[in-house]
């Protein structure tokens, strides 16, 4: 596509609900970013993908988040048992091949807000 | 660990004045710096990527600086208008990893 698509645009889930957030990145791109952005802070980076594997996945907060790509394109960040500090935006971007190089692309993000 | 700090936070000018906005870093071995632009509540926008070779870039009104050395780099933003009120984010990436700072809000007034 044109740009980093991301869904939902916006998730309200009760707390120890499990929620999955998708990224479709642009086509062509190899590799794959998931970062987050509370509120009050900075960019987080989560998780990094050149095409289906993680070879960065320093950044999952815990056991509880997990990320896979399939086919070298779309990506889904899951997020178990929710919990309230897990309240975020959540940004995928893409870029081709690694980003020393080429700029980096972000998607409008996904609001997650945890009750 | 790469630290990346941005100053000011905040900004505000009337609008025509230059804007200078200040990102510095502490490890200099880095691939390239990209700024970006954040609109409320939407995702961001790439500005400007400097390779690690480069002093400068320049887009439009736009332009930034690089003392890899130093660990500096600075956007200037020349005759600001109020369509450029946004929060403004400096990322270094080493290798494949983008190091954020926390960004300086910019208000442009009319």
């Known amino acids: 596509g044109a740009g980093v698509s991301q869904s939902p645009s916006n998730k309200v889930t009760e707390k120890g609900k499990d929620v999955e957030l998708r990224c479709d990145p642009i086509?062509?791109?190899?590799?794959l970013y998931w970062y987050r952005q509370s509120l009050g802070q900075g960019l987080e980076f989560l998780i990094y993908?050149?095409?289906?594997?993680?070879?960065?996945k320093s950044g999952l907060p815990s056991d509880r988040f997990s990320a896979e790509r399939t086919g070298g394109s779309v990506s889904t960040l899951t997020i178990q048992r929710t919990q309230q500090e897990d309240s975020a935006v959540y940004l995928c971007?893409?870029?081709?091949?690694?980003?020393?190089?080429?700029?980096?692309?972000f998607g409008a993000g996904s609001r997650l807000t945890v009750l | 660990k790469q630290e990346v700090t941005q100053i000011p936070a905040a900004l505000s000018v009337p609008e025509g004045e230059n804007l200078v906005l200040n990102c510095s870093f502490t490890?200099?071995?880095?691939?390239?710096l990209q700024w970006f632009r954040q609109d409320p509540g939407k995702g961001l926008t790439s500005l400007l990527l400097?390779?690690?070779?480069?002093r400068e870039q320049t887009s439009g009104r736009l332009n930034a600086s690089l003392d890899k050395s130093s660990g500096r780099s600075t956007l200037y933003i020349a005759a600001s208008q109020p369509g450029d009120s946004a929060t403004y984010l400096c990322?270094?990436?080493?290798?494949?990893?983008?190091?954020f700072g926390a960004g300086t809000t910019v208000t442009v007034r009319a």
């Open positions: 971007a893409s870029s081709q091949q690694g980003a020393g190089a080429n700029v980096l692309t």
């Open positions: 086509s062509g791109h190899t590799a």
């Open positions: 993908f050149q095409g289906n594997s993680a070879p960065d």
């Open positions: 490890d200099s071995a880095i691939y390239n």
């Open positions: 400097i390779q690690s070779s480069q």
């Open positions: 990322a270094v990436i080493n290798d494949y990893k983008l190091s």
